[in-house]
């Protein structure tokens, strides 16, 4: 037995196995194996006294796998904890096993724990504690016992630490700038996370919560001229069997990346931290990686000195809003298994990434001293739903909601039951559901009639500036859908705010100049719209229906025209044998009930009024609209130009024209028609009036 403060060293398994069962806090902690030199680091940021208070874990569930050899281990700790034991057949089997205890730990060695046994642990839990309290996840993984013991040696010595130097350091090389800053500690952006800054940061300071997001795979982590590995660049023996899947740095003794020297590569193990979360790709491959355990991150943080280390063994995003939400848990109090539960919970809801984030260490750890302040007060919560709208796309719709509702950028998170029980008493404002834009609905709006004004010169009508319009709104549309997901991850809400609103300019100047074209051809020549695509679109055998005109109550003809070659441009138009082409829509047109009111008879040097009525679905505010008589500039009547008429609630629109009729007015049969552009289609209702000349001629 060897003693270093505040551990105890145990060769013997069953020596270990009898002082782990008894170990009371404030005792000599067990640790299996010999002292080495992680051990002697925590040693140094330790005292044989408690100077920290003893985490309250409450009642604790150990489940290991049926055969597992950790089994002994995970039996001793549940007795260690006060807690119960559980062998499982199935890791979906530990939801139902779990009952109500409020912490879980998971145990076993790597060879045993794969991905997809992870996958099912984090299911079941979620399936079965998500609508109630607790059921907090840690792992306890390892290659072998003496990884096992060091691990929960660690978290059961945590009360040993000193206080850090630094609460909280956040190293973020893959955040620009951030709109707003939650919390308190040392941020590390962008070109700042070099090996000079960062290093001394990491491996120089202790500090409590130390957060990453940055590129990254099972075996590293990436900086600007640096990498956090687990062993670093060590040359090995080309011909070992660990060599068949070895990294290149294996091979060379050099960091792959050739910008990075050997002296500033960061071992993950050596981080003077309590707890780490690295917000990367595969950072959680415990099994099953693209490179052999020696080459894993979390195996690094096992034998190293952070008691915690949080990741995940997926690919992912990275959404920034879950580190700021883990510093808030740890500077509130809240356990590093908390803090996993609301990272994942969120995850279930937004969908940004996979909800698979898992804690290797004791779930009961809190790492922070609390303050005086509550930094929840920064964030709004809504309560999850499972909803259609996912991804980007939702959270930046809940971003805007945030803002408008808070007059300043706010992050929102989703909670379960169970995230809420987390949250008691912490976060005072909540997030009306019903004030979340259907923000998905608006882009697809956007999208369609995008599509639809590519669409508008295969019907034959071709116009000025048709091209450069077009041009300038792909160009937004291309990029508008990085924008929102880069956007929503960082919750910058005002570029959120500016990607969409550039797009939807874009959209609205082209259905305005669309609906220009559309005027001045119809006021400038008797060439209808009709005429145009009759002569493109292969027409439809006629169709009597049992609709009647308006104006006679003659029985309609629908008449259908379909582009021979793009089969979703289509024309949907009604025809009466005395007045005509009366009605004529894009057949993936959103607007119905076209009503053009104005009197029969227009008499010269009289100011007849015209009402154009129409209603638009989906969730457009306004369309451009128009009214206009054909050839009506060669026959001295002035039409105005066409504008954006507003949409109430219910999508109903109206344009309201007085024209005058001066003496140089044809006296004939004419067509008023009223125009809508909604979506990028163009839609016509035609009403037919007789100009006769004054009533005193």
Known sequence: MTTLSPFRFLPGLDDYLDALRTYLPGAEVPVLGDPGEPHEAVADISTAAMSRPVDQHGDVLVAWRTGSKAAEVGAALATCVGGSGVELTDPGDIGPASGDARYIVYIGLAEEIDERSLIRVHDSLWEHRSRGEGGHLGLV???????????????????????????????????????????????????????????????????????????????????NDTVICPIGPIQIDVHSAAASHAPVCAFTGHCYRPEVSTEDVIKSGRIVADAVFTNSCMGMRV??????????????????????????????????????????????????????????????????????????????????????????????????????????????????????????????????????????????????????????????AMGRAMTSLEDVPFTGLKYSRQGNMLVNVRDQVASVAASLHGAALTGDVARIRRRISAIATGVERAELTLAEAVFERGVQSFQHYNDIWGETLELHAPVLTDEECPYCERLLVQQGATHPIIE??????????????????????????????????????????????????????????????????????????????????????????????????????????????????????????????????
């Not at 350091?169 to 070099?194: D, F, S």
């Not at 209603?615 to 054909?630: E, I, L, P, Q, R």
């Not at 006296?667 to 839609?683: D, F, P």
Request: glycine residues 8%.
């Open 141 to 223: 993984v390892g290659e072998d016992l003496d990884d096992l013991s060091w691990l929960i040696a660690k978290g059961l010595a945590m009360p040993h630490r000193i206080r850090p130097a630094e609460e909280h350091v956040r190293i973020w090389p893959a955040v620009q700038k951030t709109p707003k800053r939650y919390g308190t500690g040392t941020w590390v952006l962008q070109e700042e996370a070099r090996a000079e800054r960062i290093r001394p940061l990491l491996l120089d300071s202790y500090t409590a919560a130390v957060s990453v997001i940055a590129h990254g795979r099972d075996d590293v982590v990436h900086f």
């Open 287 to 444: 099994n099953e990686g693209l490179y052999p355990s020696d080459y894993l991150l979390p195996h690094g943080f096992v034998r190293g000195i952070a008691a915690a280390y949080l990741s995940t063994g997926q690919v992912i995003n990275g959404l920034l809003k879950l580190n700021d939400v883990f510093h808030t848990a740890c500077a509130t109090g809240r356990s590093l298994g908390e803090a996993a539960t609301l990272i994942n919970d969120h995850l279930r809801y937004e969908r940004v990434d996979l909800p698979y984030y898992s804690l290797l260490g004791l779930p009961w750890l809190t790492v922070a001293e609390a303050g005086d302040d509550n930094p929840w007060q920064d964030y709004l919560v809504v309560e999850g739903k499972d909803r259609a709208d996912s991804g980007g796309i939702r959270a930046a719709a809940v971003a805007l909601a945030a803002e408008e509702a808070r007059g300043s950028s706010a992050h929102v998170i989703q909670v379960s039951p169970r995230g809420a029980a987390v949250l008691k008493g912490a976060v005072t404002e909540h997030l009306d559901e019903e004030k979340v834009p259907a923000l998905k609905a608006s882009l697809q």
């Open 568 to 697: 979703r441009i289509g024309r949907d138009a009604r025809v009466c044998p005395r007045c005509g082409m009366i009605r004529d829509a894009d057949s993936r047109s959103p607007v119905s009930d076209m009503v053009v009111e104005t009197a029969e008879l227009w008499h010269v040097g009289e100011s007849p009024s015209i009402r154009l009525r129409f209603k638009v679905a989906g969730d457009a505010t306004k369309v451009a609209a128009g009214v206009f008589m054909a050839n009506a500039a060669k026959n001295g009547m002035a039409f105005p130009q066409p504008k954006f008429v507003d949409l109430d609630a219910q999508g109903w629109g109206e344009l309201a024209v007085r024209i005058d009729v001066p003496q140089e007015a044809r006296k004939h049969q004419e067509y008023v028609r009223g125009l809508v552009v909604a979506e990028g289609t163009i839609s016509l209702m035609t009403r037919p009036v007789w100009v006769r000349p004054g009533r005193g001629e």
